[in-house]
């Protein structure tokens, strides 16, 4: 069962999180349109012999992300850019000691990221996948390729789902800003299941669901949970806050560690936990804290085992210094 952690290039890492984590991303290497790419700002790679000393069995990936807005629409459509891109995976696995590669391309198809996408981007993806799983494996065996997927049907009908598993190892559901900037409703951003009387009904089941519908294996699907909060502010003193139109989208809120050192049941804020949705809100009589924590985990570790789930991811990891939640993760999916 994987337990994977995303954390940026000067990220601490400790023994103990070592030890409890099967797989480390980091965030972010950068792809540039000429199918290159860019990692010497990663303080952390210089850590990976350590981090290996205390868990040999550590996968390290590089997340990769588009150091130019257009660059992955630009390096999938065209050829030679496609076999550059896979060639610069390869050689960074090589130069760096990556396990593998991770693709954060948010989003193909989707022009509201700011990002000129089109419509060729579905096909083109596959294209460039399928190339760079060839570079990886001409390279080294067992060099890993994966993607973080937006949790919802705009990401499943961007992609071309049963030909990309086909050459990734798995895929990482981003089950949380599932409410966000984009919703005008004070909610949960990274719900288990969706709750009743929602409008906007996206949840983690919901995504998984999605997805192996449209092809994927199960146990190439890793659970995401939040290690952060979003926030909506003037809202409503009814409900407690809940499901009630605000005049903005949720911001991010505080960190989980903040969370629990000034925020839970505590400075006027109060928690709730929704048991149909499996998620807990904080609520002060006029800002909305959505989030996960140690009871939300639980439930998602164990829906991870019920449904014969790859295993489960979060972003990110220095939102919790305290490491409670990666505790509950290892413990319930057998770490510890």
């Known amino acids: 069962m994987k337990i994977l952690a995303y954390a940026n290039g000067d990220t601490e890492i400790t023994e103990k999180d070592a030890k409890s984590l099967t797989h ?6 950068r792809l540039r349109k000429d199918g290159t ?14 981090i290996r000393r ?5 996968k390290i990936v590089a997340s990769v992300v588009p150091l130019e807005a257009e660059a992955f629409t630009v390096c999938a459509a065209i050829p030679a850019l496609r076999e550059k891109t896979g060639s610069s995976c390869a050689e960074l696995c090589a130069r760096y000691g990556f396990d593998g ?37 001409a390279s080294a065996k067992g060099l890993l390729l994966t993607i973080a997927a937006g949790a919802d049907i705009y990401f499943v009908e961007s992609v071309e789902l049963p030909e990309l598993v086909k050459v990734l190892d798995f895929i990482n559901l981003m089950t949380y800003d599932l409410k966000c900037g984009f919703h005008a409703l004070a909610g949960h951003h990274t719900a288990l299941f969706s709750s009743t009387g929602d409008y906007f009904r996206n949840s983690g089941d919901q995504a998984v ?42 911001g991010y809120g505080p960190d989980y560690g903040k969370l629990r050192e000034a925020y839970i049941n505590k400075n ?5 936990w929704d ?7 904080l609520f002060d009589g006029s800002t909305f804290l959505s989030y996960d924590d140690e009871e939300s985990i639980t ?38």
């Open 24 to 29: 480390l991303n980091t965030a972010f290497v």
């Open 37 to 50: 790419l860019e990692a010497d700002h990663l303080a952390i790679i210089k850590r990976f012999e350590e």
């Open 268 to 272: 006027g804020y109060i928690r709730y």
């Open 101 to 137: 590669v991770d693709f954060d391309w948010e989003y193909p198809c989707v022009p509201s990221n700011g990002v000129d996408a089109t419509g060729a981007d579905r096909h083109n993806f596959t294209l460039l996948c399928a190339e760079v799983r060839r570079a990886l494996d």
């Open 209 to 250: 669901r999605l997805f192996h519908g449209a092809g994927v294996p199960k146990d190439k699907l890793l659970l995401g949970a939040a290690f952060y909060s979003r926030k909506w502010e003037g809202v409503k003193d009814r409900n407690h806050g809940f499901l009630q139109i605000c005049a903005t989208g949720g």
């Open 275 to 281: 048991d149909e949705a499996k998620a807990p809100w």
């Open 54 to 58: 205390w868990n040999p069995d550590i």
């Open 299 to 336: 439930h998602k570790c164990d829906y991870v085992k019920k449904e014969s789930l790859g295993g489960i991811f979060y972003w990110e990891h220095k939102c919790d210094p305290t490491g409670t939640l990666l505790g509950v993760m290892a413990e319930k999916l057998g770490k510890r």
